[in-house]
T-cell receptor
Framework: GAVVSQHPSRVICKSGTSVKIECRSL??????MFWYRQFPKQSLMLMAT?????????EQGVEKDKFLINHASLTLSTLTVTSAHPEDSSFYIC??????????FGSGTRLTVV | AQKITQTQPGMFVQEKEAVTLDCTYD???????LFWYKQPSSGEMIFLIY??????QNATEGRYSLNFQKARKSANLVISASQLGDSAMYFC???????????FGTGTRLTIIP
């Protein structure tokens, strides 16, 4: 089946530093990937849609300069949280459309900014 | 705009009993897809079942079935013979026509009691 590999699964960083999260589609080509953020006990909120070879489309209220998305190949999309602050601490998860109706999710990254 | 409503924040069900998780939706799209995902405490999103708006029959996948009532705009998930491993968060989601983005409900936390 379609697999999306997401790394790292957990990361702790100091306030002011940047963190990169990678999502790779292992056995299919993902022209589009989606990045979500999930606060504890809440739903998934779409942050941006990542398109291979073009600029990402950000949802309203998401700072594009803080959450940099790069989709340089058909199998890799990255989310970089720049100048991270404690309020950026959250669960970040990516997904890709793997079939006519199916979406495959990565395993998520739990970011803690101290 | 699309909206998904899950009115049950939490449910407790005895093991081996059937459980119904409610989901209602609102959309003006003539064609759409409805999804259910399971999110255990580890965080990954596990695809359970899909229902297309033009599908004549309710979707079934093993112990999961989707009670799709188009006129009522509801897409309830039914889990038969619940197991302890079913304890998790369950999210209902929708995709509209010409739009790859998924809109998620707020989720229902299901706890199976031995």
């Amino acid at each position: 089946g379609a697999v999306v590999s997401q790394h790292p699964s957990r990361v702790i960083c100091k306030s002011g530093t940047s963190v990169k999260i990678e999502c790779r589609s292992l056995d299919f080509q993902a022209t589009t990937m989606f990045w979500y953020r999930q606060f504890p006990k809440q739903s998934l909120m779409l942050m941006a849609t990542s398109n291979e070879g073009s600029k990402a489309t950000y949802e309203q209220g998401v700072e594009k300069d803080k959450f940099l998305i790069n989709h340089a190949s058909l199998t890799l999309s990255t989310l970089t949280v720049t100048s991270a602050h404690p309020e950026d601490s959250s669960f970040y998860i990516c997904s890709a459309r793997a079939s006519s109706y199916g979406y495959t999710f990565g395993s998520g990254t739990r970011l803690t900014v101290v | 705009a699309q909206k998904i409503t899950q009115t049950q924040p939490g449910m407790f069900v005895q093991e081996k009993e059937a459980v119904t998780l409610d989901c209602t939706y609102d959309t003006s799209d003539p064609s759409y897809g409805l999804f259910w995902y399971k999110q255990p405490s580890s965080g990954e999103m596990i695809f359970l079942i899909y229902q297309g708006s033009y599908d004549q029959q309710n979707a079934t996948e093993g112990r999961y079935s989707l009670n799709f009532q188009k006129a009522r705009k509801s897409a309830n998930l039914v889990i038969s013979a619940s197991q302890l491993g079913d304890s998790a968060m369950y999210f209902c989601a929708m995709r509209g026509v010409g739009n790859e983005k998924l809109t998620f409900g707020t989720g229902t936390r299901l706890t199976i009691i031995p």
